[in-house]
């Protein structure tokens, strides 16, 4: 069987453990496995190569992608994703596995559906939001760069007795603030889903803080929070306060950088599993973690809504604030 191997959205810590697994095992097995360059943009393109075991040596530890990743607008219409079943069919690749976050696995799901592409999806976003898994490859990498990024950040609100608003990426989820917050200590956390989620709460969280003594704050935003972003809050709390305060934002510092060991072990065993399972004449599903194991779904649950951060952990933020 010749199989397709594409990385698709936004780049993730952890995508190159999972290419070189597809490519290894599909190797054991006896498969072979052609790379997708530059996710559905390069399939529409028809920019995919051969992949032999030998093109993916001294991956595993790198951040990023080698096959390289792109949005694409036009894979919305399901012209062009008839255009890409053709071009899939044109190479001769029987099964598509598509590393990617929700958009990406729509994109298959749709794929599938409407023309027959066999597609797997193995989860690859830092933002951990994903239907059906308690774990995607990057977010472990990026929550740990996050987390020392406000350590650092912390030395220097202590000395200056300073408030730092840090804005964490994660588009419309929370799941990477808050863990954050509750990972580096922060004093407060703005995050969509969190039902305290309000201006005046924050202002009152401070005050309570400031009366208890603390003369430095730290507040982590979610990027997609519905107080506003980082920057806007900060110019509200000055306004209203005269607070001498900063901003950071983390940006695209969460993307880079080497994957963590649960990253790289769980793009490899995943990697693994799309292939056994597609070698085995499965098609239509996911992998994910649920409770530590390695799980897997039809593809048509990335419809099912956004999963929230487990509720209790904005609450932790304050009560270990005190
Ligand atoms: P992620 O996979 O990280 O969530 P995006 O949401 O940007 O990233 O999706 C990646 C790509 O998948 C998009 O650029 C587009 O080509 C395709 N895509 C996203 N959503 C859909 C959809 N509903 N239908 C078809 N294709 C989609």
Redesign the pocket.
């Given at each position: 069987m010749r199989l397709g191997v594409l990385t698709?959205?936004?780049d993730a810590p952890g995508m190159n453990a999972a290419i070189r697994a597809v490519v290894r095992q599909a190797d054991a097995l006896g498969h072979e496995v052609w790379g997708i360059h530059r996710?559905?943009?390069g399939l529409l393109e028809g920019d995919m190569a051969p992949m032999p075991s030998r093109a993916c040596a001294n991956i595993l530890q790198r951040g990023g992608t080698v096959l390289h990743t792109?949005?694409?607008?036009?894979?919305?219409q399901t012209e062009q994703?008839a255009l890409a079943a053709a071009k899939l069919k044109a190479a001769g690749i029987e099964a598509l596995v598509v590393i990617?976050?929700?958009?990406?696995?729509?994109?298959a799901e749709?794929l599938q559906r409407e023309h027959g592409v066999a597609c797997a999806g193995i989860p690859?976003?830092i933002?951990n939001d994903l239907p059906g898994t308690e774990r995607t490859l990057g977010f472990d990498t990026a929550l740990n760069t996050a987390v020392e990024a406000i350590d650092r950040i912390r030395d220097t609100a202590s000395s200056h007795g300073r408030l730092f608003l840090v804005e964490v990426m994660g588009?419309s989820s929370g799941m990477l603030a808050v863990h954050t917050a509750l990972a580096c200590g922060a004093e407060a956390v703005l995050y969509p889903e969190s039902p305290e989620d309000s201006y005046e709460n924050l202002v009152s969280q401070l005050n309570a803080n400031w009366l208890r003594g603390k003369r430095s704050s730290i507040v982590v935003v979610a990027e997609g929070d519905t107080v506003g972003r980082a920057v806007a809050v900060g110019e509200r709390l000055k306004l209203d306060h005269s607070l001498d305060l900063r901003v950071v934002v983390l940006g695209h510092v969460q993307r880079g950088g080497s994957p963590t060991a649960i990253d790289r072990i769980w793009g490899s065993r995943w990697g693994c599993e799309v292939v056994r399972r597609l070698d085995r004449g499965e098609r239509g599903f996911y992998v994910g973690e649920v409770a530590g194991a390695l799980v897997a779904q039809p593809l048509a649950r990335i419809l099912e809504p956004q999963p929230a951060p487990p509720g209790d952990l904005g609450r932790l933020v304050s009560v270990l604030a005190r």
């Amino acid at each position: 069987m010749r199989l397709g191997v594409l990385t698709s959205g936004g780049d993730a810590p952890g995508m190159n453990a999972a290419i070189r697994a597809v490519v290894r095992q599909a190797d054991a097995l006896g498969h072979e496995v052609w790379g997708i360059h530059r996710g559905y943009q390069g399939l529409l393109e028809g920019d995919m190569a051969p992949m032999p075991s030998r093109a993916c040596a001294n991956i595993l530890q790198r951040g990023g992608t080698v096959l390289h990743t792109a949005r694409c607008a036009e894979f919305h219409q399901t012209e062009q994703r008839a255009l890409a079943a053709a071009k899939l069919k044109a190479a001769g690749i029987e099964a598509l596995v598509v590393i990617g976050g929700d958009g990406s696995f729509r994109a298959a799901e749709a794929l599938q559906r409407e023309h027959g592409v066999a597609c797997a999806g193995i989860p690859g976003t830092i933002d951990n939001d994903l239907p059906g898994t308690e774990r995607t490859l990057g977010f472990d990498t990026a929550l740990n760069t996050a987390v020392e990024a406000i350590d650092r950040i912390r030395d220097t609100a202590s000395s200056h007795g300073r408030l730092f608003l840090v804005e964490v990426m994660g588009r419309s989820s929370g799941m990477l603030a808050v863990h954050t917050a509750l990972a580096c200590g922060a004093e407060a956390v703005l995050y969509p889903e969190s039902p305290e989620d309000s201006y005046e709460n924050l202002v009152s969280q401070l005050n309570a803080n400031w009366l208890r003594g603390k003369r430095s704050s730290i507040v982590v935003v979610a990027e997609g929070d519905t107080v506003g972003r980082a920057v806007a809050v900060g110019e509200r709390l000055k306004l209203d306060h005269s607070l001498d305060l900063r901003v950071v934002v983390l940006g695209h510092v969460q993307r880079g950088g080497s994957p963590t060991a649960i990253d790289r072990i769980w793009g490899s065993r995943w990697g693994c599993e799309v292939v056994r399972r597609l070698d085995r004449g499965e098609r239509g599903f996911y992998v994910g973690e649920v409770a530590g194991a390695l799980v897997a779904q039809p593809l048509a649950r990335i419809l099912e809504p956004q999963p929230a951060p487990p509720g209790d952990l904005g609450r932790l933020v304050s009560v270990l604030a005190r």
